[in-house]
């Protein structure tokens, strides 16, 4: 298990998708929004670990429609992702929306953008077997294991959100610069959903 956590923790701090959703919901809407972002993102892993630990992720990694298909689904949801940061209206003009409301659809998201990301269900199916007893079930293995790979992913998700949330404050002191930073991450959602669409299984960051 210690393995396990230094090896994940490696893996994990690399910014994929997931970490950069977070830094942008931080940063572009403060901390209880990075905080709801991470919270979203460990559910929708959680949920992947226990598929792969039921085999799941098995036949992700050998059904190359099965990939695919996934793997599609979250290319078009992080290009939706990334036009809607593009369209979204200045700071100044934004309706302030029901705290409840926005909540729940920034945990939706950070859901949606870990789920629908087939990679990481094949890095649990290679990854996580190399760290289990052989003379142990491996089903309950694989879900103490995944447990502890999302803990920690929490841990540094909710870093990173509190670190983005303190810059918060400052960009709304500054319309423009909150204003490219709101293009920086719509065109890098963007970049990334291309990216996800037309790239291979391999293994990024989180």
Known sequence: MLALAAAAFVII????????????RGVTLGRKAGLATAVGNESGLAVQVAAVAAGVGAIVSRSIVV???????GAVYLVYLGVQALRAPAPETRAE???PVRLQRIFRDG?????LNPKTAVFFAAFLPQFMDPALPA???GFLLGALFVGIAG???TAYALTASTVAP????????????????GGTFIGLGVLT??????????
């Open 139 to 141: 089903i309950p293995q």
């Open 170 to 185: 400052v960009l709304a002191r500054a319309g423009r610069l909150r204003a490219a930073g709101r293009y920086l991450f």
């Open 155 to 157: 841990i540094t998700d």
């Open 97 to 99: 929306a029901s705290p």
């Open 13 to 24: 701090v690399i910014p994929g998708p997931s970490v950069l959703f977070v830094i942008s």
């Open 67 to 73: 990939f695919t298909t996934i793997k599609l689904l």
């Open 197 to 206: 669409a037309f790239g291979g299984p391999r293994t990024h960051g989180k």
């Open 111 to 115: 859901f949606l953008v870990a789920l």
